[in-house]
């Protein structure tokens, strides 16, 4: 439990940890590939290292390198550093005892998924409680199409997930919902196939796996629809992947709450490090400009195939907007801490097409509404979304129901409450940002 005090003001520098979905993929495509990948900026939190060690378990040797600093101050130092010792794409083997576990890593399971379904042997695969309530069908549907069995062990779609592995056939799939991580699952399955794999979805979600895998060596194209939003990616089996160097930049959604509290707290300014800025990652950015939001970016530049910049906001006088369609898939992460900004904001916001957050870490939008409540604010909440009427916070308990993403964005509401805020589970943020009150408490 931990209680949050009204911000007087916000003022510093923060460099936010590195980008979660970058630090799956690399520990992912690093181990398939032949010979080392060496990654700087790893995010050790619960969801990455769930990861890490479902590899580890698959016999892949990941050494994690300590940051030293140079004696000479004409030297650079060293950052920490993992070293993924690649095995290729057939060099996995099934892990000893009965079960991988990817704990609270939606993207661990399905991710993984694809890559057990081109392996040799069968997987049995789990994760926490939590996860346990998550959809799976939406990966199982189309590895069945590709050939795979895939069979949940209480026949509900749900977790836990028997794989038998084989030699999954490349299909042309829609996918229904645009989601990085089902697409992500059926392209790495499409590695091990004879034939193209073509993945097709209504708006371009998260690309961090089309950009790596070109990095690696993998052979993609993207094709756009000329009379919708809608995307395919075409993935040509055949290529060998090889090890890189890997910088992963920091993670905008970790950036977002950190950017909401300097808009937010009067007479703050606030500036985030190194960020990355991905135009399939940049929904939160192109929210606080629509809101009249004053953000500058700066230092802008490429770190691999990511766009990285420093981006510095200050104390605004935020107005609702609407937020829907394609710019979704852009923010997703980031529409619980939006939620507070636009319940501090003046008029409403209106928030449709979201309906992919009710099946996160927990329905995110009937947790949101409730809270926002609580805390004095009108929500009229609709099946795929809300209207936000913004007005004044009065602190409140916040149950996060086990979400880092709700515990950090009513962290921010506390900050702007009337009176203070207390956030009953706050141990919850380990799962992407361990110290994320340590950097708050930075900025104070």
Known sequence: MLTIQKARSLHGTL????????????????????????VRGFLKSAD??????????????IEEVPASVSADPKEPSEEAALIIHGVGLHGLHAPDGVELNAENSGTTVRLLSGILAGQSFSS????????????????IRPLTEMGILVASNNDDNRLPLRIAGGVPRGIRYTSPVASAQ????????GLYAEDPTFFT?????????????????????????????????ILYPGTVLTGQNIIVPGDISSAAYFLAAGLLVRNSEVTLRNVGINETRDGMLRVIRAMGGQMTLSNVHMEGKEPVADI????????????????IPTLIDELPVIAVMAAAAEGKTVIRDAGELRVKESDRLAAIAENLR?????????????VIYGGTLSGAAVDPLGDHRLAMAFSVAGLISQTPTTILDETCVNISYPNFYGDLALLS
Do not use: W, Y
């Open 15 to 38: 460099s936010v940890p590195g980008d979660k979905s970058i630090s799956h993929r690399s520990i992912m495509l690093g181990a398939i590939a032949e010979g080392d990948t060496v």
């Open 48 to 61: 990455c290292l769930a990861t890490l060690e479902c590899f580890r378990r698959l016999g892949v040797s």
């Open 124 to 139: 049995h695969i789990t994760g926490d409680s939590s996860l346990q309530k998550r959809p799976m069908a939406r990966i």
């Open 182 to 189: 089902v697409k992500s699952c059926v392209l790495l399955a």
């Open 201 to 233: 979805e209504p708006a371009l979600s998260r690309n961090h796996t089309e950009l790596m895998l070109g990095a690696f060596g993998g052979n993609l194209k993207i094709r756009k629809s000329r009379d919708s939003e809608a995307v395919t990616t």
């Open 312 to 327: 510095t906001v200050s104390s605004s006088r935020l107005h609702g907007t609407e937020i829907g369609g394609a710019l």
């Open 374 to 386: 609580k805390m004095g604010i009108r929500v009229d909440e609709s099946e795929d979304g809300m």
